[in-house]
């Protein structure tokens, strides 16, 4: 990932207007900053969550709150809780995809 030229920026991410993302159950608020070919997020994942699809596109996710499952389609799982995260490269180790029983906040760069 390499950042682009822009302007020293400052986010409000209350004032960052929410869209829904259903999943396969749950939903996703994205609040969605971009910027060049880069995306920066805060997500909030409803309890029950399961996104309904794989994802190859790499990211450095980062957990503020509730748990959050990451499936590896390798079958590898991981539960992050806040303070921690994971880092991901575009087509990397495995497609992955996230779920939740409790629901979750999360700052994804990708």
């Known amino acids: 990932m390499k950042l682009p ?7 409000d991410w209350s004032k960052v207007e929410a869209t829904t993302h259903p999943g396969e159950t ?11 070919d880069l ?8 309890p029950g969550y399961l996104a309904d699809h794989w994802c190859d596109r790499g990211h450095v996710l980062y957990v503020l709150a509730g748990e959050l499952d990451s499936e590896l389609r390798d079958g590898r799982r991981f539960k992050l809780t806040p303070g921690m995260s994971y ?16 629901g979750a906040t999360l700052f994804i760069v990708d």
């Open 5 to 11: 030229t822009s302007p020293f920026t400052v986010t």
């Open 26 to 36: 749950g939903h996703a608020l994205w609040r969605t900053l971009n910027i060049g």
């Open 39 to 46: 995306r920066v997020r805060m997500v909030e994942y409803s």
């Open 87 to 102: 880092q991901v490269s575009d087509f990397g180790d495995a497609a992955h995809r996230s779920s939740t029983a409790v």
